[in-house]
């Protein structure tokens, strides 16, 4: 028992008394107590703080760790997935930039192959010849569709509406739109909404002024470069030819005309599956490539690759389909390209 000075209270041991138990550290309640705070939360007697920072050894935990710390093996998962994300995102870009496209090396127009004395011919441009029937080339047949005029009056009548030149190309050719006299406007769409057509596919950079060497400029008097003609199909065979059996289109150097077939106009081709906007850019583009110079016809050149504008797509995508027109044509008769409306369809 400890001792005191008479009087005096006794000194605090740090300890405290129960009834049935010895000292107990100060704070802590016995384990049938309730626990309790302390009543001096200001207190240091308890468990001595480390001063980290006298220490130079020790480092504190980087924004890193505690996240490593956090999440454990999530940690290293989720960067993981954020680079394959991207990865992917690149790769599908890449192979769909520009809608899919495949190398412009197998798309875009031979310019050496250019005739820029096309006007000078006498006989029609792009109508195929052969002994080929209709039904020995079933992608070729015309599609069920709306009606169409089987024979207009052979006279055309120009649409007015004069415009800027469009593209940079030192060689400019001026056109006049045109329909033929005797055409169901209902038909067609009425005569704005064809020339919108023209002039929209013309204006377009994946069109002929794509690569810098041809513009055009649309006039309604005068005598154009091109008349770009919405043609009955019996007047068109009279301009074309018909000696295969096929709703065709075709330019005719004589009058100047690029001669497109109200009934391919209306229903378009098997080739493009219903997508009558498409086909209808490719007429244009097709027919007016011929009014520019490119005569002849060209093959799939790569194995699913985008086909060549002048490709004759109105009669199949298939090299096998449209070498049964051109038997003169040398391509490897296994390739069969996706169809295409532009000449330079990554611009």
């Known amino acids: 028992m400890s001792r005191t000075q008479e009087g005096g209270p006794a000194p605090d041991t740090g300890r405290v008394r129960t009834k049935d138990a010895g000292p107990r550290p ?20 308890g468990r001595p703080r480390v001063d980290r920072d006298s220490q130079p050894e020790y480092k504190k935990q980087s924004a890193l760790g505690r996240f490593v710390s956090t999440y454990g093996w999530r940690a290293y998962a989720i960067p993981v997935l954020i680079v394959l994300t991207i990865a992917l995102i690149v790769v599908t870009v890449r192979d769909a930039g520009g809608d899919g496209l495949a190398d412009t090396a197998a798309v ?58 469009v ?30 057509m023209v002039d929209t596919t013309l204006a377009n950079p994946r069109s002929w002024i794509g690569d810098g060497r041809v513009s055009f400029r649309r006039i309604d008097r005068g005598e154009p470069d091109l008349r770009i003609t919405l043609v009955s199909s ?60 490119y005569a002849d016809h060209e093959p799939c050149r790569e194995n699913g690759a985008l086909a060549p504008v002048m490709m004759q797509q109105s009669f199949g995508v298939a090299n096998s389909e449209i070498m049964a027109l051109d038997p003169d044509m040398e391509a490897n008769r296994s390739f069969v390209c996706r169809p295409n409306p532009w000449p330079f369809p990554t611009k």
Request: some cysteine; charged content about 25%.
């Open 26 to 45: 100060s704070g802590r309640p016995r384990p049938d107590q309730p626990l309790r705070a302390r009543w001096d939360p200001t207190d240091d007697s």
């Open 108 to 165: 875009n127009p031979d310019s050496a192959a250019r005739n820029t004395d096309i006007s000078t011919e006498t006989r029609p441009i792009g109508a195929p010849v052969g002994d080929i029937q209709a039904a020995a080339l079933p992608a070729g047949t015309l599609p069920q569709g709306g009606p169409f005029t089987e024979q207009g009056r052979k006279t055309f009548r120009v649409l007015r509406g004069a415009g800027e030149k």
């Open 167 to 196: 593209g940079t190309g030192g060689q400019e050719y001026t056109y006049t739109v045109e329909v033929e006299n005797g055409l169901n406007p209902q038909d067609y769409g009425g005569d704005p909404t064809f020339a919108k």
């Open 234 to 293: 019996g007047t068109t065979r009279e301009l074309c030819g018909y000696q295969i059996k096929l709703e065709t289109s075709c330019f005719y150097p004589p009058q100047a005309r690029v001669a497109l077939n109200e009934a391919r106009w209306v229903r378009g081709a098997l080739s493009y599956q219903g997508d009558d906007i498409a086909y209808r850019q490719y007429l244009v583009n097709h027919e007016v490539g011929h009014g520019i110079g």
